[in-house]
């Protein structure tokens, strides 16, 4: 049987792709924040104050994940757990003086990661890239839920 051309798999080229940002994350970004956990500071940057499930919604987490990643941010004195005055069995979750500056120092440097990740590419191709990779991703996003149908072009 014939080996099978890999640069044809998006699976395989996906995984390099996560290789490749994992590294730069850890040299120009931070060893010690994750991508998955600076995109919960930024998300609570944005919009302060929202509950666990909604954040894990924004950026693209699921249930045990989010809590995990969470549970990490409070320990290390990033974020802060409040219990909702309109509902409380919900707490929500806010920046520290501490996640604040971090998340401040953090965007700086990711701009920096993100112009030498993306820098094979000319500012069309950024674009395009970007497009092309957001309607895969939100397709994926369907692939979770098996009552929402996945929409195959041809």
Do not use: C
Not at 91 to 96: D, I, S, V
């Amino acid at each position: 049987m014939a080996a099978v051309d890999l640069t044809t798999h998006p699976g395989h080229l996906a995984r390099r792709l996560q290789q490749a940002h994992y590294l730069l994350w850890n040299t120009m970004v931070s060893e010690e924040i994750t991508s998955p956990q600076f995109a919960v500071l930024n998300a609570l940057a944005e919009e302060p104050g929202l509950d666990q499930r909604t954040v894990g919604e924004r950026v693209g987490l699921d249930r045990s994940t989010i809590a995990e990643v969470i549970s990490r941010l409070i320990r290390r004195g990033l974020l802060d757990k409040v219990r909702d005055p309109q509902d409380g069995r919900r707490f929500l979750l806010r920046l520290t003086g501490d996640g604040t500056r971090t998340h401040r120092k953090l965007v700086v440097r990711t701009a920096r990661m993100n112009q030498v990740f993306l820098a094979p590419l000319s500012a069309e191709e950024q674009g395009v890239f970007f497009e092309l990779i957001q309607r895969v991703s939100d397709a994926a996003e369907g692939l979770r839920n098996p009552a929402e149908p996945v929409a195959v072009q041809r």
